[in-house]
């Protein structure tokens, strides 16, 4: 399946990795008639996290003092527009989602989530489990409350990368598969070209979206990139019925916990990061996750799968006799920092553009991604305030950049 | 029970998802795909109750025919567990059952 | 009449359809050339495929058919020594081994192939004569059965037809076998399907019976015996309604992998009717969609 070599290809901006970032990248930059390589790893689109999460896209489901609940809102309002834009229907929709509460340590949480979200202006409601339950039968006998958020919603991961990617490719992106960067040529503290086994591409500016690999990459320009793998496990179960209500259903642990997966706790389940994010697609399938778990194995464990499917069932009992049909997992970047992604440029390190670390965030911030990435490159005013996100604020020093 | 299939002129590939010969190829053309888990990704074939099991065989043909490739160049479809499917009650009481 | 009136068939090949052309069994060493098809009966092995396998090899009384070593060889015929006898036929498990007569009247050709379905046809019945593909071509008529031991159950059919269709016909039409109904059969037909005594697996019927309900109805089923055969020998055959198209669907595979006869079953949808053994009182209701 081999190519001839090329060492004397180029194009204005390499991006690196298909995955939704990627993919919105190279689409945002081709819209400018910008000259897009976008090279992947592997032998298809999505191959990361991309196409290993449940699509879902919230609004509320984050901390009120984190830097990116300000970006959420416009990331939505991207999306009421995005599927006429890309010429792709990637079946969005407002779902709305409810986090419930087990008990009253998890009511506490739900209680100081919705006082901290109306200080952001972010509108939830607090629902009485039985209220609940009656608009939701499949909800449990277990739930005392639950916490709605009615502007977040589901997507087909899939087809909006895949949407993205064939956007990018009208628009004249070019998209080279088993196309691993192996050394990124520098010159003068700037980027000059990238190598793979098969071309040497050269380019003005290099865009680091390889997800969970981000931190491969960067070694090549002699950074060190905050970013590692955050493993969710997922089940996905045969269709039911759909629920009357709500198709995504969140635990409130979540909100105390998020992507934490400490390795000296004492409970096992927030060891292994394990809380509920339950998604039901159209379909009728349920995706049943999830878990944090820092490494980079691949295989679903029984460990994490039997205790995600007890956590589902104490939720959303109905689940009990439902079948499992695939298991598997995907690697969330996370930049262990602070959580936040890397959306920016490098200090001394010209044309070279980090669009890493979404943790979870990748599917609801990728369109702004593009937007962003692309804004830094033309040298436009950011639309949206990305200091908290820049890569400057970690303590690492470029190691001498390549000559 | 009357039958809505009256508009298809086309095979069913995937049994499960009800997804036809033309969906796929339509799907293949759309998006340039050229291995089985895209097709599966993109249309659903190979999603439903058997995973792929009956079908995978039929989108690779498809596949072959369409993008004209030899069938050393068609990667496998990627298996993953469960080998059958388990209830849920099953997998969450896996620690008291010892196994 | 002369080589010129044999008519020959298209396919699309052996790759592409599974049905060789003419071209692909020429090159095979088991098919005889035309001119020793048409000096009188003969065996035609239409094996196409290199795979470790040899009965055919061993059944020649006449050692006309040589395989050798390795085991993978295709058959190849010794048409001088073959006299067309047909003991090879009912050898091959791929049923590839058939016997051609051209010369069998002046119009008509003998052709012999294994037949192994129930019930078969009795001699002097007039058929429709199917090619390659299951397509019909012609009339013929079932001059000779052979069912001996040494045929193993493999029942060689001779049927006479066309001349001119000697090197096409390979089987014949089965439209005309009992016909099967479908769902909502009544009452009597209950033992209609039940195969009491089986030509393989000897008589059936001595286990226990109980009794289960499919959609409020009560049937008798044997303890133990799979969902699906409890419903096939109830005369129905419709496990379910897909949930796109409401098309229904019924046993495909049998062996728990296909899910199209998957049912709901004590109140759990997609359950596979065909691997879960019926119990006494089991509740079974025709899923539609994906159930409740």
């Known amino acids: 399946m081999g190519r001839e070599r090329n060492l004397s290809k180029s194009a204005d901006v390499v991006v690196i990795g298909a995955g939704v970032i990627g993919c919105s990248i190279a689409y945002y930059l081709a819209k400018l008639g910008i000259r897009v390589t976008v090279l992947e790893r592997r032998e298809r689109i999505c191959s990361g996290a991309s196409g290993a999460n449940g699509g879902g896209v919230p609004l509320s489901l984050t901390s009120p003092d984190s830097p990116t609940l300000g970006l959420r809102k416009p990331s939505i309002k991207i999306y009421q527009t995005l599927s006429e834009e890309i010429d792709c229907d990637f079946e969005y929709e407002k779902t709305g989602v409810i986090t419930c509460a087990i008990d009253d340590a998890q009511y506490s949480l739900l209680r100081k989530h919705r006082e901290g979200m109306t200080r952001k202006g972010i509108e939830v409601q607090l629902i009485d489990g039985d209220e609940a339950r009656r608009q939701e039968p499949a909800l449990g006998p277990d739930i005392i409350a639950g916490l709605e958020d009615k502007e977040t919603g589901t997507l087909n991961p899939f087809k909006l990368t895949f949407g993205f990617a064939r956007a990018a490719k009208r628009l004249g992106a070019e998209f080279l598969f088993c196309a691993e960067p192996k050394a990124i040529e520098m010159k003068n503290n700037k980027v000059e070209s990238v190598v793979t086994d098969e071309d040497r591409i050269k380019a003005d500016f290099v865009v680091n979206a390889a997800g969970a690999w981000a931190p491969v990459i960067g070694k090549m320009v002699g950074l060190t990139i905050p970013i590692q793998p955050n493993k969710g496990q997922t089940l996905v179960t045969e269709p039911v019925a759909l629920n009357k209500r709500w198709r995504y259903v969140m635990d409130a642990d ?128 950011t639309s949206m305030p990305i200091e908290a996100l820049a890569f400057s604020r970690f303590d690492h020093i470029t190691e001498g950049a390549k000559q | 029970m009357s039958s809505k299939t009256s508009h298809i002129r086309d095979n069913v590939v995937c049994r499960c998802e009800e997804i036809t010969e033309q969906e796929i190829q339509r799907a293949i053309k759309e998006f340039d795909l050229s291995i089985v888990d895209d097709v599966k990704r993109l249309t659903r074939a190979g999603m439903g109750l058997c995973q792929g099991r009956v079908c995978y065989r039929l989108v690779e043909r498809i596949l072959l025919e369409e993008k004209r490739l030899r069938t050393n160049e068609l990667l496998p479809p990627s298996r993953r567990p469960p080998t059958r499917p388990i209830k849920i009650q099953t997998l969450a009481g896996w620690e008291e059952s010892g196994t | ?169 390979r089987g014949i039409s ?105 119990e006494d009182g089991m509740t079974i209701e025709t899923q539609h969609g994906n159930g409740k």
């Not at chain 3, 009544?186 to 499919?214: C, E, F, M, W």
């Not at chain 3, 098309?247 to 997609?270: A, H, K, Q, S």
């Open chain 3, 1 to 169: 009449m002369s080589s010129k009136d044999i008519l020959s068939w298209e396919s699309k090949g052996c790759a592409l359809e599974g049905i060789p052309t003419p071209d692909e069994l020429a090159k095979c060493p088991g098919y005889p050339n035309l001119d020793r098809l048409l000096r009188g009966p003969v065996a035609v092995i239409e094996c196409t495929e290199e795979i470790p396998c040899n009965p055919c090899e061993e059944a020649c009384s006449k050692g006309a058919i040589k395989i050798g070593s390795p085991i993978t060889n295709l058959p190849a015929l010794d048409e001088d020594k073959c006299s067309g006898c047909g003991l090879c036929i009912s050898s091959c498990p791929g049923l590839a081994i058939f016997t051609v007569d051209l010369t069998y009247s002046g119009n008509e050709a003998l052709v012999s192939f294994p037949f192994e379905y129930l019930p078969a046809p009795g001699v002097g019945e007039k058929v429709v004569a199917t090619d390659r593909q299951g397509r019909e071509v012609c009339e013929g008529k079932v001059i000779r059965i052979l069912g001996k031991p040494r045929q193993d159950r493999t029942l060689v059919v001779s049927i006479s037809v066309p001349k001119e269709c000697g090197l096409i016909v």
């Open chain 1, 254 to 381: 979540y909100l105390a916990r998020g992507a934490s997966a400490p390795p000296d706790a004492q409970d096992i389940d927030v060891r292994l990061g394990i809380t509920g994010g339950w998604i039901q697609e159209k379909t009728g399938n349920w995706t049943l996750g999830t878990s944090h778990e820092i490494n980079f194995d691949a295989a679903a464990t029984i460990d994490t799968v039997s205790r995600m499917a007890k956590r589902a069932i104490r939720f959303l009992p109905g689940l009990k006799n439902v079948k499992c049909i695939r298991m598997f997992a995907g690697f969330r970047p996370h930049c262990y920092a602070d959580d936040l992604p890397i959306i920016s440029k490098v200090d001394n390190l010209s044309g070279f553009i980090i669009a890493a670390g979404h943790l979870g965030g990748g599917i609801t911030f990728a369109p702004l991604t593009g937007i962003l990435v692309s804004e830094l490159i033309t040298g436009k005013e």
């Open chain 3, 174 to 278: 089965r439209k005309k076998a009992r016909p099967l109904k479908t769902h909502g059969s009544s009452p009597d037909l209950i033992s209609g399907y039940r195969i009491l005594n089986h030509p393989v697996l000897g008589p059936q019927g001595s286990r226990k019976k109980v009794a289960i309900t499919v959609d409020g109805r009560k049937i008798g089923a044997k303890d133990g015996e799979m969902i699906v055969t409890t419903l096939l020998g109830a005369g129905i055959r419709i496990n379910r309604y897909t949930a796109k198209y409401h098309e229904p669907r019924g046993l495909f595979c049998g062996i728990g992998l296909c899910t199209d006869c998957v049912m709901t079953v004590n109140g759990i949808p997609n359950v596979r009717t065909c691997v879960t053994p019926v």
